[in-house]
C-alpha cells in the first residue's frame, strides 16, 4: 500500500505542467479536526506543496513545542480548473509518544498492524454565487478498525461550509459536519466520536492584521462536538505563506 502511494505521488509529480512550489507555517494553541481536539499547547503546522494545472501533491507536517504531539502526512490531490471539484488522499501518521496504537513503524502498511490511515477527500462548491462548500470524507485504508482488528469501518465524515460574511479582509464562515461508519460491525462507534452525529459544529473567523508594512493572517476557530458533549476554541496566525 505504501509503494502504490508513492507510485502516485511520483507520477503526478512528474506529469504537471508549470510546477509551483507552495509552502506555508501556522502558529496556534491547538489543533483540532472533525469534532476533535488532536493536541493542545504551542502547535505548529506547516506544508509543501508542488501544484499544476489540475494536480498537486505534498508533505504536512506538525508538532508541538514539548514533543508530545509529531505528525507528518503525504497527500496527492486533483482539482477542477475552476477549483470547484477536488479530490484528495491523504496518508496520516501521527506519532505521537503518547499514541495508543503502533507509533514505531512508519513504513508499516500492513492494516492490522499500522498506526497511519489513508483519508480520501471529495469537496465540491455549488457556485461562486452561492459558494456552499459540500464536503465528503473517509478513511478508506488503515487504523480505523473495530475492536476485534479484523476489518476496517469506513468511518465517513460528511459536511457543509459556507462563507455568509466577507468584507475586505474579513471572512466568517460555518460549518457542520456529521460522522458515521460505512461498517458499523456491530459497534456505535466510529473513528471520530462514541456514535454517530453531529460531531461539529463550527464559526471560523479569519482576518488579515496590519503591522507596519506587513499583513498577518490570523484566525479564530469555535469549534462543538454535539456527540461527545465538547466545545474548543482556536487561535492562530500564519507565519509565512508563498
Known sequence: MGRLFLILFVSIASSVEAQNLHSALQLRNSHLWRGLEVATGIIYTGNVELSGANFYGGFWGGGDATGDYTEFNHYVGFHSVQSRLRFELWDIYNFSPGANYNNREYFNYTASETGRFWDFRSFYVLSNQFPLEVSWNAIVFGRDRNTDN??????????????????DDLVVSGR???VDALRTMGERHNFFASRSGLSEVSLIISKQVPIGSWRIPIGVWAMWNTVDQNAFLQFSVNVFSF
Not at 468511518?155 to 468584507?167: E, H, Q, V
Open 176 to 178: 457542520i459536519g456529521y
Open 150 to 167: 479484523t476489518g476496517n469501518k469506513y468511518s465517513y465524515f460528511a459536511s457543509l461550509a459556507y462563507p455568509f460574511l466577507r468584507k
